[in-house]
C-alpha cells in the first residue's frame, strides 16, 4: 500500500487560511509553515480575502527555514477591488498569486442574494455602498483596471486566480489572458458550490490550458457538494495534467491543511490515481506555476 504521507513530500498547497485574519483561523502563519515543512512540503500560498499576504509570506520564511511561504492578494473591496496599484504593490512585496475578486465577485455576491443561501464567512458590507468588484463594462469589455491589473500579472509572470467568477466569466476571462499571453490562469475551485462549473467548460479550459485548483474542501462541511470518490472521478473527467490539489483549509471546524492535504492524497490513490499522477497534482503542477 502507498503511504499517502510520503506523496506530501515536495507538495504544495497553494490555498490556506490562516491568521491573523479578520473571521477565526486554526493556526497562525508560523504554524501553518513550521506543520508544512515538518511534513515535508515544498511550500504553502498564504490567503487572506482581506489583505495582502506578501510581506507577513516573507516574514514568516525568514523566521521558518526549510519550506517556501509565498503570499497573494486578493482582490476584493478592501484591497479596492480590480486596483492595479495594490496589485502591483503585492508583486513587488513578493506576492506570487493575484485571487480575482471571492467575498465580491458579482457572482458570490448574487449567490448570496438568492433565499436558502447563506453570506461567504468574509462578507464585509458597507451601507450603501455595492459589494460587487466591477471587472466588466456595460458592454461587455473588460474596464481599464481590470486590463491593468491583467497586464501586470503577465508582465510579473505571476499566477492569476479566478476566485469566485461564474462560469461564463470565466471562460469570458481565459479568452482574454489567452489573447494577452498571459501563460498561467488557475480557476479557483470550479466544484464549489457558488460556481459549479460544467464539466464541458472545464474540458475547453483545459485546452486552452488552464490548471483547476480542486480544493478538498468540497468533500466537507458546510460545502459537502462531491464526495471523495465523485471528487476523484470528476478529476478524470478533466484530467490530472491540468488538475491542482489544494485544501482550502483553515477554519476551526476543519483538520489543519497538512491532515486535510494527507486525507485528499489518499483519496486520490483510492480513486485510482498512480503516484506519479498525485505527484504532479499535489505538488508537482503548482512548483512549475509559482517556480519554486
Known amino acids: 500500500m502507498v503511504d499517502a504521507r510520503r506523496l506530501l513530500e515536495g507538495a504544495v498547497d497553494t490555498h490556506v487560511h490562516s491568521s491573523p485574519d479578520l473571521v477565526p483561523r486554526l493556526l497562525d502563519d508560523f504554524e501553518i509553515?513550521?506543520?508544512?515543512?515538518?511534513?515535508?512540503?515544498?511550500?504553502?500560498?498564504?490567503?487572506?480575502?482581506?489583505?495582502?499576504?506578501?510581506?507577513?509570506?516573507?516574514?514568516?520564511?525568514?523566521?521558518?527555514?526549510?519550506?517556501?511561504?509565498l503570499g497573494s492578494i486578493v482582490l476584493n473591496q478592501p484591497m479596492g477591488g480590480m486596483n492595479p496599484w495594490a496589485v502591483e504593490a503585492a508583486a513587488r512585496g513578493g506576492a506570487r498569486i493575484v485571487w480575482l475578486p471571492t467575498a465580491h465577485a458579482e457572482n458570490q455576491v448574487h449567490h448570496e442574494s438568492q433565499p436558502g443561501n447563506s453570506s461567504h464567512p468574509a462578507a464585509m458590507r458597507l451601507p450603501g455602498r455595492d459589494p460587487a468588484v466591477q471587472i466588466f463594462d456595460a458592454d461587455g469589455?473588460?474596464?481599464?483596471?481590470?486590463?491593468?491589473?491583467?497586464?501586470?500579472?503577465?508582465?510579473?509572470?505571476?499566477?492569476?486566480?479566478?476566485?469566485?467568477?461564474?462560469?461564463?466569466?470565466?471562460?469570458?476571462?481565459?479568452?482574454?489572458?489567452?489573447?494577452?499571453?498571459?501563460?498561467?490562469?488557475?480557476?479557483?475551485?470550479?466544484?464549489?458550490?457558488?460556481?459549479?462549473?460544467?464539466?464541458?467548460?472545464?474540458?475547453?479550459?483545459?485546452?486552452?490550458?488552464?490548471?483547476?485548483?480542486?480544493?478538498?474542501?468540497?468533500t466537507t462541511p458546510p460545502y459537502s457538494r462531491l464526495t471523495m470518490p465523485e471528487l476523484a472521478a470528476r478529476i478524470r473527467e478533466v484530467g490530472p495534467a491540468s488538475t491542482i490539489m489544494a485544501t482550502d483549509f483553515g477554519q476551526p471546524s476543519n483538520p489543519?491543511?497538512?491532515?486535510?492535504?494527507?486525507?485528499?492524497?489518499?483519496?486520490?490513490?483510492?480513486?485510482?490515481?498512480?503516484?506519479?499522477?498525485?505527484?504532479?497534482?499535489?505538488?508537482?503542477?503548482?512548483?512549475?506555476?509559482?517556480?519554486?
Open 256 to 292: 489543519p491543511p497538512v491532515e486535510g492535504l494527507e486525507a485528499y492524497v489518499r483519496g486520490m490513490l483510492d480513486g485510482g490515481f498512480t503516484e506519479d499522477e498525485v505527484r504532479a497534482m499535489v505538488g508537482g503542477h503548482a512548483r512549475a506555476l509559482l517556480e519554486i
Open 33 to 69: 509553515a513550521r506543520q508544512a515543512r515538518d511534513r515535508g512540503m515544498a511550500g504553502v500560498v498564504l490567503k487572506n480575502h482581506f489583505l495582502s499576504t506578501a510581506l507577513r509570506a516573507g516574514l514568516v520564511e525568514q523566521q521558518v527555514p526549510g519550506v517556501r511561504v
Open 141 to 218: 469589455s473588460f474596464t481599464r483596471d481590470a486590463e491593468a491589473v491583467l497586464e501586470i500579472v503577465r508582465d510579473r509572470e505571476l499566477v492569476l486566480a479566478t476566485g469566485h467568477l461564474s462560469p461564463d466569466d470565466v471562460d469570458r476571462l481565459t479568452a482574454r489572458t489567452a489573447e494577452m499571453g498571459l501563460r498561467k490562469v488557475v480557476s479557483t475551485h470550479p466544484d464549489l458550490p457558488v460556481i459549479d462549473m460544467p464539466v464541458e467548460l472545464q474540458q475547453r479550459l483545459a485546452e486552452r490550458g488552464v490548471f483547476f485548483e480542486r480544493t478538498v474542501n468540497v
